[in-house]
């Protein structure tokens, strides 16, 4: 979200936050710097699912690791195939764009509610365990919001993105899902770091974790 704050703020003349999405950060000159801070940002998410797993919060290909796997394969795709416009015709490459946009922002919050629920009532963990959970639900909010607009729209006759602030619905989810996973990267950080580093299978909530 810093390179996206810094570049709406260095863009402000030629992208309104409020109207425009994220990815048109993505065309033109300055295109790279989104692309590289994509997929730096799909990398660490990577790299706090093996975490998730060393720390034992969640074992390796659960549902919750694969959704966190198809956030970070969402966010890849949609770094590396540039958004497009839609007004000129059909494009590949935006509809692959828009499919991993799509797959990136609903798999987050699955995977934040789904790897902190068997830990909800654990004394220990519970409160981190909450704040990815109640993240993961303010996410889905965020998409459900969305989805209403484009309902609105439907009835309406108006293009789904004339219904809603896009760009402005856009960031607030884009920075929910982040801080979601900021608070699982936190909290795998936490679980390994434990005094004596004593995590065994005992430890965990559920036989099956997220």
Same mark, same amino acid.
């Given at each position: 979200?810093?390179?996206?704050?810094?570049?709406?703020?260095?863009?402000?003349?030629?992208?309104?936050?409020?109207?425009?999405?994220?990815?048109?950060?993505?065309?033109?000159?300055?295109?790279?710097i989104?692309? %590289?801070?994509?997929? !730096?940002?799909? *990398? +660490?998410?990577?790299?706090?699912? @093996?975490?998730?797993?060393?720390?034992? &919060? #969640?074992?390796?290909?659960?549902?919750?690791?694969?959704?966190?796997?198809?956030?970070?394969?969402?966010?890849?795709?949609?770094?590396?195939?540039?958004?497009?416009?839609?007004?000129?015709?059909?494009?590949l490459?935006?509809?692959?764009?828009?499919?991993?946009?799509?797959v990136?922002?609903?798999?987050?919050?699955?995977?934040?509610?789904?790897?902190?629920?068997?830990?909800?009532?654990?004394?220990?963990?519970?409160?981190?365990?909450?704040?990815?959970?109640?993240?993961? %639900?303010g996410?889905? !909010?965020?998409? *459900? +919001?969305?989805?209403?607009?484009? @309902?609105l729209?439907?009835?309406?006759? &108006? #293009?789904?993105?004339?219904?809603?602030?896009?760009?402005?619905?856009?960031?607030?989810?884009?920075?929910?899902?982040?801080?979601?996973?900021v608070?699982?990267?936190?909290?795998?950080?936490?679980?390994?770091?434990?005094?004596?580093?004593?995590?065994?299978?005992?430890?965990?909530?559920?036989?099956?974790?997220?």
């Amino acid at each position: 979200m810093t390179v996206i704050t810094g570049l709406d703020v260095a863009r402000l003349a030629e992208v309104d936050p409020f109207r425009r999405t994220i990815s048109e950060h993505g065309l033109g000159e300055h295109g790279w710097i989104f692309t %590289l801070g994509v997929i !730096l940002l799909a *990398a +660490g998410s990577v790299a706090i699912g @093996v975490s998730l797993v060393r720390g034992k &919060l #969640a074992t390796a290909w659960s549902v919750g690791i694969l959704a966190l796997l198809a956030w970070s394969a969402g966010l890849a795709v949609t770094g590396w195939f540039p958004k497009h416009d839609w007004s000129v015709g059909p494009s590949l490459n935006g509809s692959i764009h828009r499919v991993g946009s799509l797959v990136a922002f609903l798999s987050l919050p699955l995977a934040a509610l789904i790897i902190s629920r068997p830990w909800l009532r654990h004394p220990e963990w519970r409160t981190p365990a909450r704040v990815a959970a109640w993240l993961g %639900l303010g996410s889905l !909010l965020w998409v *459900a +919001g969305i989805a209403g607009g484009i @309902v609105l729209a439907e009835n309406s006759g &108006l #293009a789904w993105w004339q219904v809603m602030p896009l760009g402005l619905v856009e960031r607030g989810l884009a920075a929910t899902e982040v801080a979601a996973l900021v608070a699982l990267g936190l909290w795998a950080a936490r679980r390994t770091n434990a005094a004596g580093l004593d995590l065994t299978r005992a430890d965990h909530p559920a036989a099956d974790p997220g």
